[in-house]
T-cell receptor, first 117, second 110 residues
Framework: EAGVAQSPRYKIIEKRQSVAFWCNPI?????LYWYQQILGQGPKLLIQ????????DSQLPKDRFSAERLKGVDSTLKIQPAKLEDSAVYLC???????????????FGPGTRLTVL | GNSVTQMEGPVTLSEEAFLTINCTYT??????LFWYVQYPGEGLQLLLK?????DKGSNKGFEATYRKETTSFHLEKGSVQVSDSAVYFC?????????FGAGTRLTVKP
């Protein structure tokens, strides 16, 4: 079974530029998550999708971050314009239709390491 | 709100030593609790979980018990190996909110 795929693996941009990350979850997984992991910290949940609907985006900085999952499969996360403090690893994860309720496992992709100069 | 506090590292142990990594949480209701592990060069993966009070999660010789009275989920292993060197994250899930601790880096020396 293929895992969660993410691209690109690495990205370097200058501040005020825009950037987009792509994620393809495990086949059949209805729930998709985007996390931001700053160096030395644990992952921070940015947004959670159930199929193509947003379940929770309370920690997404909506003035510069946006995410979509139009067909309920793959997803993109965009930052526009980027700031220095956006330098982090952006992780995508997916889980089965019932999400994480009852302790269901989420499966993580390898992440995209973003450096903002 | 929901939050997780875990023991800061780094932790360095000799092979076959006993390991404890402390984790406490704050949450309303009954969260599910997890330990995730990140081995060098690899992605995050689930190590073990517990979904209700007094449940014990276990995997690969690691154990953690969901203690509601002390709001804790400490990770333990009786005899660590070099291959256990990794970063360990305590996490909780409650009402569509997933929270991770800051992570504890474990290094096991031969």
């Amino acid at each position: 079974e293929a895992g969660v795929a993410q691209s690109p693996r690495y990205k370097i941009i200058e501040k005020r530029q825009s950037v987009a990350f792509w994620c393809n979850p495990i086949s059949g997984h209805a729930t998709l998550y985007w996390y931001q992991q700053i160096l030395g910290q644990g992952p921070k949940l940015l947004i959670q999708f159930q199929n193509n609907g947003v379940v929770d985006d309370s920690q997404l900085p909506k003035d510069r971050f946006s995410a979509e999952r139009l067909k309920g499969v793959d997803s993109t996360l965009k930052i526009q314009p980027a700031k220095l403090e956006d330098s982090a690893v952006y992780l995508c994860a997916s889980s089965s239709s019932s999400g994480l309720a009852g302790g269901n496992e989420q499966f993580f992709g390898p992440g995209t390491r973003l450096t903002v100069l | 709100g929901n939050s997780v506090t875990q023991m800061e590292g780094p932790v360095t142990l000799s092979e076959e030593a006993f390991l404890t990594i402390n984790c406490t949480y704050t949450a309303t209701g009954y969260p599910s609790l997890f330990w995730y592990v990140q081995y060098p060069g690899e992605g995050l993966q689930l190590l073990l979980k517990a979904t209700k009070a007094d449940d014990k999660g276990s995997n690969k010789g690691f154990e953690a018990t969901y203690r509601k009275e002390t709001t804790s989920f400490h990770l333990e292993k009786g005899s660590v190996q070099v291959s256990d060197s990794a970063v360990y994250f305590c996490a909780l899930y409650n009402n569509n909110d997933m929270r991770f601790g800051a992570g504890t880096r474990l290094t096991v020396k031969p």
